[in-house]
């Protein structure tokens, strides 16, 4: 045996042991699930990949997605074996005061992206791979799968995505263990049908033994020759392979071995120890980072007052002129970008635009790998799409990551096209999130200034834009700092206050014009920011206006401003009436939608005199 | 031409001319999306399925899925054509006053599920195959599908999940008219790349010329051949076919046709016209309706008061008892029914159980199909999974079909698997949509009561299921209606109320414990019923006990229970004190979670005495 290969197989072993040793410790886990990839890992961690084990952020070194996170113990054993985790530190896992999690999150330096939602990684790497393009870097990025995991037609999505990018620095490496949480995989080791699908959509494919060292070594140089297509790297394994009463059998899928099995399963695999007639492998270095261009100043926005633009619209023109600025900036599309208005983005800079075509999952996906590895980037879609890549948002926020999502097409005053384009639950998913800014501006310049905000902003964010022109209301050199409000109308004599966004501020308005007419005044407050919010401001309003507080919005009643408001203003004892949409609602024309379910001007100013 | 050729040529040109008219004098709409499709629909529809223009829910009639929801008027107009809609009212289109709206809801008696969201109907499609199959029905299903929605990841869920179950009732029917909303379809006309991947996925492929119909015809007659594997008829069709000025043009999407150019169109499409040798094709009657077997009553819950048992394990019992009384009821699972306890339903009713491997789309989108077609589905996942199916979530509750998603593992307790696997948004995604009813039981009585419940309400239902063993609370014969609430402990001298549900009713009643040997009442509620909520009784509770209404949930602070307490109490005037998971939790033991993040017993204490 080549000293190469006998110290990676020691190392696989040893992988094996801290996997079995770390579940066993935490008396939950997935021990077997790293056992069938640890020959793989050993391989590829300690003979291909480029790394800084000391600096795992490092911008140019390769990337691991560990897209079956609940392998997590394997991840973590072999940094520990690299050098970046003590190895006694291995049997914190999962405990409170370690951030050896259950499954990995980038509270640990060397992970880009929480992973355990199964089936997220490969479209992490696409956005990883597409990094590497915007910075001019050859590093390459590697995704390890479960084959219970390619169930979820997110990585399909990936796989497209990656086959049209022709990304071929993307290596995704398939442990096809053929067993799967509670029973064998469909597929189970027919590699040949994995093969026929992930070479219809356009991957090079090499298929291997995933426990045969030199054929791993092969398959990896190989995957770095290939040009202008990612590679798929299938291979057979076996779950809980290396121990006997382990391998290959059902029913061990999430289970830690008891300590009596540990010490038999950790005797037989010393036994499997081999002289080693070489040293430690060296992990090659990364090339020296080189810094990114800084960003410029951007010019203040150029609106007229009175000036009727849709905030989609000006968020085209808001990440285009961001784009110029800050390199950094990237936009993702999931062909609608003549609706979104991105396409004045790609106009642009079409270097830096990335089409997805009808894919939020991997639209969403890619942007968290992007944001990973240093970009910013504005994903857009209608808002009502972006539920269709909840799941990656929910992770989105467990990473922390700094994407900033779009969604236009808000509500029912998108009219004609009916429920199943309009967004009405969109801020209840992404307010759920506690880490998640959500905003929702209302004209033009506020949607610049916004944009701008955001970018600037580091972590999560939704900004929700509208369908139809509204005015601009705002000076251009007005500010609209994350968690503020304007208050728009204001008097001494004010008996209510009503707090809008989008296009229920212009009914709230309308509503304030109608009253002042009756002799009413009322307050009118635009709530752009809606998390984090402005409790303060909303607190002072409802005690200067006879602690009458009304939300109207263009939002389901659940989840949205009122539900915002209400929870910021409760512990000043004030409550809030909710005006929403009270019902699934149907085609029609905007204005007849409004009044219909009782968010126009009309309903406003029944609320405040009835 | 033969009779039936010269017909169905015919028909495809009324088809066309009516989606032209309809889109025009709505002033908006998919005309282009319609016309690729006309001939394929023209023949389907009166040359091959099998249904009653009457009836359109005869339970033994053959279905359209219109997975392409923007070629609406194209389904209305095939609807007229067949008799079930007055030709005149298809101007209709896009009305507020009229139920043709702007992609098919099921407001109309032919539409199954509402489409619009793309890459949903095949899912939905895979779902009525499968009823066919449970009521032991000859019907077949068809899918009629964009290219472009292709490269939805739920697409390819779907088909592997058709290939599985061997659904050769099921042809999906894909117009490859190239060109998508903003720009050309990634794979344009390349009929061979989708044939490739199509058969990859285990699918019978027919690749044909769309416009041509004595091959369309021969595609269909082919299909009913096709037996243990669908069948994909891959159709290269043209946008906007049948006028020279739409025909393969880009920047038509979405874009109805002035007044003068429809009439250019309509004269253009009248010379199409061919001598018609026979009388209208005759749409062949399905066999008459055989009812489905009778419910038989539900014996009642057999725990015995202060056993342990987790609600999800109650859940597993509870469905499969309701199986055996109910032939109407099916199980669906995503590779996890040894941890949702669905395997309890599949050892007795393996016929009604249907496996989607790691697929919560396809699982949910299915599920929808069954339950168009009279089945009663519960689809189970872990809660935090059933995210990964929101978009499917959002139209199944604009559908208002009947299924009763169960999502278990809910919230911080379940431990150490770290944030990934934590439902911690559920109630935000469920309750948001307002004809969702949204469930979560504490103990063991209540959940199996709750299911009963669940299966005998039609419309949408969510149930909430915890990991931790919690005790028996409940005799056997208590009652829990939809929209109730238990109030657990009272007296006189309360001085507040806290609501909780699940564990965290659980820390509620030790609290009351701790405060009571203290000398201090405090109120209990469990909240078992979310959506719709007893806001008259948390009124009551509110007014009884100072005002003071605490709710304590394992749910992040957004879209929960303190959330939907505080919409029903606040026209009392009455705020609430909201306890949640205030940030992204982490990984650690159950009872440490729920302290370190706020609440466990220990702060509901401080929280009442503070």
Chains 1, 2 share one sequence.
Not at 157 to 173: G, M, P, R, V, Y
Not at 243 to 269: C, D, R, Y
């Amino acid at each position: 045996m080549s000293p190469q290969l006998s110290s990676l197989k020691n190392i696989a072993t040893r992988l094996r042991i801290e996997s079995i040793r770390a579940t066993t410790a935490a008396a939950s886990g997935h021990p077997t699930t790293c056992m069938s990839a640890a020959d793989l890992m050993a391989a590829l961690f300690f003979a291909d990949m480029r790394f800084d084990p000391k600096n795992p952020q490092h911008p140019e070194a390769d990337r691991l997605v560990m897209s079956k996170g609940h392998a997590a113990p394997l991840l973590y054993a072999m940094w520990a074996e690299a050098g970046a985790i003590p190895r006694e530190r291995l049997t914190d896992l999962r405990l409170f005061t370690s951030n050896l999690e259950g499954h990995p999150t980038p509270r640990l330096p060397f992970v880009d992206v929480a992973t355990g939602s199964l089936g997220q990684g490969l479209a992490a790497g696409v956005g990883c791979a597409l990094n590497a393009r915007r910075i001019g870097s050859p590093y390459r990025t590697y995704v390890l799968m479960g084959d219970g995991e390619t169930a979820e037609g997110s990585v399909w999505e990936a796989a497209a995505s990656a086959h049209f990018f022709k990304l071929d620095s993307l290596c995704a490496i398939l442990d096809v263990n053929a067993l799967g949480q509670s029973r064998p995989t469909e597929l189970q080791h027919d590699l040949e049908t994995y093969r026929v699908r992930w070479s219809a959509f356009g991957w090079h494919v090499i298929s291997i033994d995933g426990h045969d060292l030199p054929q791993i070594l092969d398959a990896y140089q190989k995957a770095r020759t290939i040009k202008g297509q990612p590679t798929a790297i299938l291979a057979r394994t076996l779950k809980g392979k290396g121990v006997s009463f382990t391998e290959n059998l059902p029913n061990w899928h999430g289970k830690p071995l008891s300590k009596e099995q540990m010490e038999k399963a950790i005797e037989e695999l010393n036994r499997q120890m081999v002289p080693e007639t070489g040293g430690a492998p060296k992990i090659p270095a990364p090339p020296p980072p080189r810094p990114e261009a800084a960003a410029k100043n951007i010019a203040p926005p150029q609106f007229k007052l009175g000036d009727m633009v849709a905030t989609r619209e000006a968020y085209g023109s808001a990440i285009a002129k961001l784009g110029t600025a800050d390199p950094r900036v990237v936009a993702l599309d999931a062909d609608v970008k003549n609706s979104t208005f991105s396409e004045k983005f790609e106009a642009v800079h079409p270097d830096r635009f990335f089409q997805f075509f009808i894919a939020e999952q991997v639209m969403v996906g890619a942007a968290m790998g992007l944001a990973a590895r240093g970009a910013i980037p504005f994903p857009s879609t209608f808002a009502a799409f972006f539920t269709r890549a909840a799941d990656f948002i929910r992770m989105a926020a467990i990473s922390g990551v700094n994407i900033k999502l779009a969604g236009s097409h808000a509500g029912v005053s998108i009219g004609e096209d009916g429920p199943s384009q309009m967004a009405l639950e969109d801020f209840a998913m992404a307010t759920a999130q506690p880490n998640f800014v959500a905003l929702y501006p209302s004209d033009a310049v506020c949607t610049e200034r916004l944009v701008a905000e955001a970018a600037a902003f580091v972590g999560p964010v939704y900004i929700r834009t509208s369908r139809p022109k509204t005015p601009v209301i705002y000076d251009n050199n007005e500010q609209f700092p994350l968690g503020g409000l304007k208050v728009v109308r204001k008097s001494e004599k004010d008996v209510a206050t009503v707090i809008g966004a989008g296009v229920t501020l212009f009914e709230a308005l309308k509503a304030h014009d109608e009253l002042k007419a009756k002799g009413i005044s009322i307050r009118v407050i635009d709530l752009y920011s809606v998390q984090p919010i402005d409790a303060a401001s909303l607190i002072e309003a409802g005690k200067a206006t006879n602690g009458r507080l009304i939300t109207v919005e263009d939002h389901y009643i659940s989840g949205g401003l009122g539900d915002a408001v209400a929870r910021a203003v409760a512990p000043a004892g004030l409550t809030v009436r909710r005006m929403a949409i009270p019902e699934i609602p149907r085609s029609g024309k905007p204005d007849e939608l409004l009044d219909k379910f009782g968010i126009s001007a009309r309903h406003i100013v029944n609320a405040v005199t009835g």
